[in-house]
């Protein structure tokens, strides 16, 4: 039996006790979770303008999950109900098979500067590309601290596309995410560019759509393990395999499949203190790269195994943006074992795709909503007034009722309280 196992039915002590020890978590972080320590308002008035307070999610755990034969928990910070629950269940799952694989194709951020107003735009491309080197440097120049560290500047691409001449730079920005980093180096080429072509730039700036930070995290799932009986599993599998192609011809389906990916996405992605509309814009602009919206995920069947694939653009940070400044990322990262930029990429990737496996699974069978309602049920008890005595009991009778809302939990408090007077 695992350690792990009952985890979900233990007090909030308890789990942090468990995962102190089976993960060695530092004193530090402990202290941190005890008191549910959050963000400083010294530092919080420093990383936002206007602040008024600090907001705060659930921190939750994925106790066991696994990649590349390595074990790990998963700290996730959403407000949905039944998403830490959802890939908790698709990671026990997935990990009584092979767990997850995960592959980095390769690690460069990509920024541009878009040039207009050129005399003559192929003698332009030319030129600059026959001023790689100088460009190169130009940009080192920029921001040196990073080829100290083993990174740089490493290609530049020029494309003419309509009124624009684009000049694209590759960098290695090994444990950030670069945005900044870019940004100072495209900066420092602007000037050049310009003399260069006798044109203008319009502006120099990262891009989001990471196409060179592309991860594949892959599964493989004994069918067998998907329902007791063997019809039903077989069944359960081609389902999936038939939602998934679903996904690739239907925009509107798509768009939900994706979510369903993101659910598990931007919850390890906020966790760990990095930037999710960075990582929300580069992936669905990903999803249509042939010119449809297109599911990021795919669902076969190989024989005995119901495998399933996801590749995606993961521009993942361990330092820089507010990373080094929030306590709880700084438990999110002792958590995952500190891992570094590539490693938490690859389980970002694996984290999408296993809670999308479990999202398939539901829609197929039970449905979603037998899940959702039941935490839904929670939420709805405490809305209404519920004390932590009364939200069970009230959850409970909600799911029985036919409308489950505000309205009938604030009736069914009511009741509950006026027997109890009585
Ligand atoms: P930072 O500006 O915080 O830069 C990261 C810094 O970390 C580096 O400059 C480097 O400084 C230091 N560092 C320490 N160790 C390492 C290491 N091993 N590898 C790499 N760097 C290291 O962050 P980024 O440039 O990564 O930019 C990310 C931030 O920019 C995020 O907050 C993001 O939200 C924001 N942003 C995003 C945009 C977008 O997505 N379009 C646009 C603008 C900003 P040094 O080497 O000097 O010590």
Redesign the pocket.
Known sequence: MSTFSGFYKKSRQERIDLLVHERALSEESLAILQQDHNLPETIAGKMAENHLGTFALPFSVVPEFWLNGQEYSLPMVTEEPSVVAACSLGAKIIGKSSGFTATIHERLMIGQVALYDIPNSAEARQQILAETDTILNLANQG?P??V??G?GARKIQVEEKDEFLIVYLSVD???????????TMLEGMKDYLEDLTKGKALMA??S?YATESLVTAECRIAISTLATSSAIAQETAEKIALASRLAQVDPYRAATHNKGIFNGIDALVLATGN?W??VE?GAHAYAGRDGQYRGLSTWEIEGEELVGQLTIPL?I??????IGLNPKVQVAFDILGQPDARTLAGLIAATGLCQNFAALRALVTTGIQQGHMKLHAKSLAILAGATEAEVDTIAQQLRKEKHTNLETAKRLLQLLRQEKEA
């Not at 920005?173 to 940004?183: D, F, P, Q, S, T």
Request: hydrophobic fraction near 40%.
């Open positions: 921001h601290s990073i100290k560290r990174g920005v090994k444990e950030a995410m670069g945005a900044n980093i870019l940004n700036i990262l989001n930037d509309r960075a814009a521009p940070a361990t330092v820089g943006g507010s």
